[in-house]
């Protein structure tokens, strides 16, 4: 039986969440809450990222200094001179002919990431290789419409500050793939350079994949001693363009590798490249063109702008200045009781974090904080909530169920109804004298004061039995466990 390995690099751009875009003033799209497709087109665009002539690129100072935090979060080498090219070629979203970008001097190069062993089924970490970090300016987007057949242009992501992760061809699986994208999407928003939104177009993913079929005499060789002697044969390289989402990047590089691996013998004997684009229906890659030879850019330094530099000093200061990684937190929360995967989502979800240092100096119990925090954000998800909880408020709460006031049944229960709007002064009322009825008493009360409930129920209609839970639901104040008092109503009844 043939056996394959498979080499995975990966190129990934991510959107900045600068104010305003790269060369001029406009307005940056990715900085605000909604999708860009949600704004009417070309309302964020002037005459400099539509590429009028006579216009002048003006720089993002800004934009640079995240695209060397990124670079310092990826443990790359911080370039102490760097330079903008021009980069050619033309396609009707890029209105200048050229794309102002980095070629040769970007701003960070050499680094690395470690994926953990233990999401990738494997039984160490891994460590992927960058070989660099460069900016640039995003380009348009096109609008199809398929009614018509028209193509029509909208520029107003023309001009955004892009940032562009390049990998070196070290991922060997499309599970690591994933991981890497997923750990790399946490690492961006843990420094705040961007959301990181992959559905709003903030992170998007070119995939590079090859298959190489192994030397039958290779067989047993473990994969990190199989050299380039061992391969037999090799697949064209296959680049899948703008995956949009961790699934799409794992089951489009799946099918890849199943396609590839099938395809064995056609295998053009020279190297080669393909582009394919990934449907998401059908979860089937699909060929968009081929390329003979790499293509020629034309690249030169851009004329408008100057090299850019920075010292060793200033390089110090960006890192002391550099917010706490996944990895840090994950280290100073590890005495906490707190599992890896919500670090992850700490770190991932800066308002979140936020919240939780904040509640965290007032009622020391990271597990308590953090358990609440699920809570409220699983009765916003359920759309449940017609109001934010107000943090007083949640501090509040925590300090009695922390001190025993509260069991954890009511807080729940408690939480929930914050969410609705209502005080937490006047809920605790309510809740604080739970252990002062006798719940048996309730409910023969309320069955004795309800009797036309009591026998819909025994003639059958079930939904008589709600009511009388609601019943005794009101006269506790909402104190009772819903649950037991039906049960208990139905053992009576």
Same mark, same amino acid.
């Given at each position: 039986?043939?056996?394959?390995?498979?080499?995975? +690099?990966?190129?990934?751009?991510?959107?900045?969440?600068?104010?305003? =875009?790269?060369?001029?003033?406009?307005?940056?799209?990715?900085?605000?809450?909604?999708?860009?497709?949600?704004?009417?087109?070309?309302?964020?665009?002037?005459?400099?990222?539509?590429?009028?002539?006579?216009?002048?690129?003006?720089?993002?100072?800004?934009?640079?200094?995240? *695209?060397?935090?990124?670079?310092?979060?990826?443990?790359?080498?911080?370039?102490?001179?760097?330079?903008?090219?021009?980069?050619?070629?033309?396609?009707?979203?890029?209105?200048?002919?050229?794309?102002?970008?980095?070629?040769?001097?970007?701003?960070?190069?050499?680094?690395?990431?470690?994926?953990?062993?233990?999401?990738?089924?494997?039984?160490?970490?891994?460590?992927?290789?960058?070989?660099?970090?460069?900016?640039?300016?995003?380009?348009?987007?096109?609008?199809?419409?398929?009614?018509?057949?028209?193509?029509?242009?909208?520029?107003?992501?023309?001009?955004?500050?892009?940032?562009?992760?390049?990998?070196?061809?070290?991922?060997?699986?499309?599970?690591?793939?994933?991981?890497?994208?997923?750990?790399?999407?946490?690492?961006?928003? *843990?420094?705040?350079?961007?959301? *990181?939104?992959?559905?709003?177009?903030?992170?998007?993913?070119?995939?590079?994949?090859?298959?190489?079929?192994?030397?039958?005499?290779?067989?047993?060789?473990?994969?990190?001693?199989?050299?380039?002697?061992?391969?037999?044969?090799?697949?064209?390289?296959?680049?899948?363009?703008?995956?949009?989402?961790? @699934?799409?990047?794992?089951?489009?590089?799946?099918?890849?590798?199943?396609?590839?691996?099938?395809?064995?013998?056609?295998?053009?004997?020279?190297?080669?490249?393909?582009?394919? +684009?990934?449907?998401?229906?059908? +979860?089937?890659?699909?060929?968009?063109?081929?390329? #003979?030879?790499?293509?020629?850019?034309?690249?030169?330094?851009?004329?408008?702008?100057?090299?850019?530099?920075?010292?060793?000093?200033?390089?110090?200061?960006?890192?002391?200045?550099?917010?706490?990684?996944?990895?840090? /937190?994950?280290?100073?929360?590890?005495?906490?009781?707190?599992?890896?995967?919500? &670090?992850?989502?700490?770190?991932?979800?800066?308002?979140?974090?936020?919240?939780?240092?904040?509640? $965290? =100096?007032?009622?020391?119990?990271?597990?308590?904080?953090?358990?609440?925090?699920?809570?409220?954000?699983?009765? &916003?998800?359920?759309?449940?909530?017609?109001? *934010?909880?107000?943090?007083?408020? /949640?501090?509040?709460?925590?300090?009695?169920?922390?001190?025993?006031?509260?069991?954890?049944?009511?807080?729940? @229960? $408690?939480?929930?109804?914050?969410?609705?709007?209502? @005080?937490?002064?006047? /809920? $605790?009322?309510?809740?604080?004298?739970?252990?002062?009825?006798?719940?048996?008493?309730?409910?023969?009360?309320?069955?004795?004061?309800?009797? =036309?409930?009591?026998?819909?129920? @025994?003639?059958?209609?079930?939904?008589?039995?709600?009511?009388?839970?609601?019943?005794?639901?009101? #006269?506790?104040?909402?104190?009772?466990?819903?649950?037991?008092?039906?049960?208990?109503?139905?053992?009576?009844?």
């Amino acid at each position: 039986m043939n056996k394959f390995k498979t080499t995975i +690099g990966l190129e990934i751009h991510v959107e900045l969440n600068t104010k305003r =875009k790269m060369f001029c003033d406009c307005i940056n799209p990715a900085s605000l809450s909604s999708k860009i497709s949600d704004r009417k087109p070309n309302t964020f665009c002037c005459p400099t990222c539509m590429g009028f002539p006579g216009t002048l690129p003006r720089t993002n100072e800004l934009a640079i200094e995240f *695209a060397r935090l990124t670079g310092i979060a990826l443990n790359c080498e911080i370039q102490k001179e760097s330079k903008f090219d021009r980069k050619h070629y033309f396609y009707p979203d890029l209105p200048k002919g050229y794309q102002i970008s980095q070629y040769d001097m970007p701003f960070c190069k050499n680094g690395f990431l470690e994926i953990d062993g233990e999401k990738t089924c494997s039984e160490q970490s891994r460590r992927i290789r960058i070989n660099r970090v460069h900016l640039e300016e995003d380009a348009g987007k096109l609008i199809h419409h398929q009614d018509s057949g028209e193509s029509f242009v909208d520029l107003n992501r023309a001009g955004t500050p892009l940032i562009e992760i390049v990998t070196e061809p070290d991922l060997e699986s499309p599970e690591q793939a994933k991981e890497f994208v997923k750990k790399l999407r946490d690492i961006i928003r *843990a420094i705040g350079v961007s959301d *990181a939104d992959m559905e709003k177009g903030h992170l998007r993913c070119d995939a590079n994949i090859d298959v190489k079929l192994i030397n039958s005499k290779s067989q047993e060789t473990n994969s990190k001693q199989i050299s380039n002697s061992n391969f037999q044969k090799m697949s064209p390289i296959v680049e899948i363009k703008n995956l949009n989402s961790f @699934r799409f990047i794992e089951k489009a590089l799946e099918f890849e590798v199943e396609r590839l691996s099938l395809d064995q013998e056609n295998w053009p004997e020279e190297k080669s490249k393909i582009t394919r +684009g990934f449907d998401s229906k059908t +979860g089937e890659t699909y060929e968009q063109r081929r390329k #003979e030879e790499a293509a020629d850019y034309r690249y030169f330094p851009e004329p408008d702008l100057p090299v850019y530099t920075i010292t060793d000093d200033e390089i110090s200061k960006l890192k002391v200045n550099l917010k706490d990684l996944p990895e840090d /937190l994950e280290n100073q929360m590890s005495d906490m009781g707190i599992s890896k995967e919500q &670090v992850s989502m700490l770190s991932s979800d800066k308002k979140l974090r936020e919240i939780f240092n904040t509640v $965290l =100096k007032e009622v020391n119990d990271p597990r308590l904080v953090l358990t609440y925090l699920m809570l409220i954000r699983g009765i &916003v998800k359920k759309g449940n909530s017609t109001a *934010a909880v107000n943090i007083k408020e /949640l501090v509040v709460l925590l300090k009695e169920i922390k001190s025993g006031n509260i069991k954890h049944e009511i807080g729940k @229960r $408690l939480l929930s109804k914050m969410a609705e709007g209502e @005080r937490v002064d006047g /809920l $605790l009322e309510g809740f604080k004298n739970q252990e002062e009825y006798d719940i048996n008493k309730v409910i023969d009360k309320v069955i004795s004061s309800n009797t =036309k409930a009591v026998s819909d129920f @025994r003639k059958g209609q079930q939904n008589a039995v709600g009511f009388l839970v609601g019943s005794v639901m009101k #006269e506790t104040k909402g104190a009772a466990n819903p649950q037991e008092v039906k049960k208990l109503i139905i053992e009576k009844l």
